[in-house]
């Protein structure tokens, strides 16, 4: 998208040299509308447009270069870090090219540095108060290319956000960032409250996290022991969880009336949302079997009732009458 915004930006100045062109013969030919074009010097518009050309194309090689060295995907931490350094690198080399490209306008067109500096502090004075929101957010923006709390393409979780938690960073630009929601829905935040706000990078975690209960019968409490050892083999057998760091815990987290509460807690070695539920769900089908295997089922909330028979009914003896 950069390299054909420059090559768009190439052909306007083309097209705005061959206008002069024309507009100068007009003005020779006697047109009265004309006769200004007369007056500007021809060598300064087409030093600006030689200065604009070269900045245009510097742009366009600093963009090509970067795409080359920079690969999409992100497959390690050191990967991840480089790519966050070119972007920082791509914003502040754009940032220096463009004060370049305009003091060397304002040169050729015969504009003094010292006024240009001069207009530039007394302008960004009177902007910087007229418009603070923007320049926190501007500040915000050139934060996150520094500091990489996040990157585009990361998974982020925003407190307070009703998104089931989860939004994917599309695009992080100097004023405002593009983040995805899980039903593809855009959200427009600005720069300042990304910044200042506690963000949960789940592209950052190791492993993905499944977490779920079991309800099991108290008449089954005889072979919950070998169920609960079963279950943890099960799980240690699987190739996508994790044994290492983090092993699978599977245990009795508390009595119920009517059953045993079992808490399966497993780290899967996929990361991405939707992996670790595809995961999730076939350890859950996984683990339902095996459950099944020990003879133990899963409970479901029910009364007892307790009544006497007609027989025993008629047997309770009952209390003499009360006179007064």
Request: glycine letters at 8%.
């Amino acid at each position: 998208a950069k390299v054909h915004s420059n090559l768009l930006w190439m052909s306007w100045i083309f097209a705005g040299l061959v206008g002069f062109d024309v507009a100068k013969t007009i003005a020779r030919g006697g047109n009265p509308l004309f006769k200004v074009i007369l007056s500007i010097d021809p060598f300064r518009v087409k030093g600006c447009a030689l200065i604009l050309y070269l900045g245009v194309l510097l742009n366009t090689v600093k963009a090509l270069t970067l795409r080359m060295i920079v690969s999409p995907g992100v497959k390690s931490e050191n990967e991840r870090g480089t790519r966050g350094e070119f972007v920082f690198l791509d914003k502040s080399l754009s940032v220096l090219l463009s004060f370049t490209v305009v003091s060397a306008l304002a040169l050729t067109a015969g504009i003094p540095l010292h006024t240009i500096t001069a207009f530039g502090g007394i302008s960004s004075l009177a902007i910087g108060f007229a418009s603070k929101e923007v320049i926190k957010d501007l500040y915000a923006g050139f934060m996150i290319y520094a500091f990489k709390p996040f990157l585009q393409g990361d998974e982020i979780m925003l407190p307070g956000f009703n998104s089931n938690g989860r939004l994917v960073v599309e695009h992080i630009g100097w004023m405002h960032s593009t983040l995805r929601m899980w039903d593809s829905n855009p959200v427009i935040v600005p720069n300042a409250e990304l910044f200042g706000e506690k963000v949960i990078n789940r592209s950052l975690k190791h492993h993905g996290y499944v977490s779920e209960v079991v309800h099991i019968r108290f008449r089954d409490l005889s072979k919950l022991q070998l169920m609960l050892d079963g279950m943890t083999e099960y799980l240690c057998s699987q190739s996508n969880v994790n044994t290492t760091k983090y092993a699978p815990l599977v245990y009795v987290e508390r009595l119920e009336m009517s059953s045993i509460v079992v808490r399966i807690s497993v780290w899967t070695k996929e990361m991405k949302s939707r992996q670790v539920k595809v995961a999730g769900s076939r350890l859950m089908i996984g683990l339902a079997q095996v459950i099944r295997s020990f003879g133990c089922e899963f409970a479901f909330p029910h009364l007892e009732l307790e009544t006497q028979s007609p027989l025993v009914m008629q047997q309770t003896p009952t209390l003499p009458p009360i006179t007064s």
